[in-house]
């Protein structure tokens, strides 16, 4: 099946500074990543959706200029936290398709704590 | 607007027990896709199944079954015989137009040995 990885794993960061979390598409052509964030005992909830070579789309309430995605090709997307805060603090989930294909393959997930 | 609902924040079984997770959804389209994953303490997510809006035959995968009702807009999952092993977070979600997925509040499952 088609993976998707996360890199990093974990991460923890101070108060006020920016963490990029990568994600890639190591057997496939990814045309579609989405980004999800998930807080403790909750739901996934989607943050936003990209398209190689274009702008995310970000889902309400989600600001952009503080989580920054770059889908730059085919096989890589990141999402960097921008001065990031203790609120920030979650379970990074990306996942990616290709073509319309409805099936999404997901990463591993990233556990970031901002102290 | 799609939705998913899990009414079950956690359910908690005696092994070898049968358990059902409920998952009703609420969708405009007429194409659209219904999945389940499990999320182990771990965090990463594993892919169980995928069903299309035009398949309403039920599937079975060892201890696994799934059961498809469009009249009652419901995609429930039931666990037979089952194992400490299968303790997890189980999610229900929702894929319309061949974008966003959008995942239910998730069910807890407790499995006492």
């Given at each position: 099946g088609a993976v998707v990885s996360q890199h990093p794993s974990r991460v923890i960061c101070k108060s006020g500074t920016s963490v990029k979390i990568e994600c890639r598409s190591l057997d496939f052509q990814a045309t579609t990543m989405f980004w999800y964030r998930q807080f403790p005992k909750q739901?996934?909830?989607?943050?936003?959706?990209?398209?190689?070579?274009?702008?995310?789309?970000?889902?309400?309430?989600?600001?952009?200029?503080?989580?920054?995605?770059?889908?730059?090709?085919?096989?890589?997307?990141?999402?960097?936290?921008?001065?990031?805060?203790?609120?920030?603090?979650?379970?990074?989930?990306?996942?990616?398709?290709?073509?319309?294909?409805?099936?999404?393959?997901?990463?591993?997930?990233?556990?970031?704590t901002v102290t | 607007a799609q939705k998913v609902t899990q009414a079950q924040t956690e359910i908690s079984v005696v092994e070898k027990e049968d358990v059902t997770l409920d998952c009703v959804y609420?969708?405009?389209?007429?194409?659209?896709?219904?999945?389940?994953?499990?999320?182990?303490?771990?965090?990463?997510l594993v892919f169980l199944i995928r069903r299309n809006s035009f398949d309403e035959q039920n599937e079975i995968s060892g201890r696994y079954s799934w059961n498809f009702q469009k009249s009652t807009s419901s995609f429930n999952f039931t666990i037979t015989a089952s194992q400490v092993v299968d303790s997890a977070v189980y999610f229900c979600a929702l894929s319309e137009g061949g974008f966003k997925t959008i995942f239910g509040a998730g069910t807890r499952l407790f499995v006492k040995a």
């Open positions: 739901s996934l909830m989607l943050m936003a959706t990209s398209n190689e070579g274009s702008k995310a789309t970000y889902e309400q309430g989600v600001e952009k200029d503080k989580f920054l995605i770059n889908h730059a090709s085919l096989t890589l997307s990141t999402l960097t936290v921008t001065s990031a805060h203790p609120e920030d603090s979650s379970f990074y989930i990306c996942s990616a398709r290709w073509g319309e294909e409805y099936e999404q393959y997901f990463g591993p997930g990233t556990r970031l | 609420e969708t405009r389209d007429t194409t659209y896709y219904l999945f389940w994953y499990k999320q182990p303490p771990s965090g990463e």
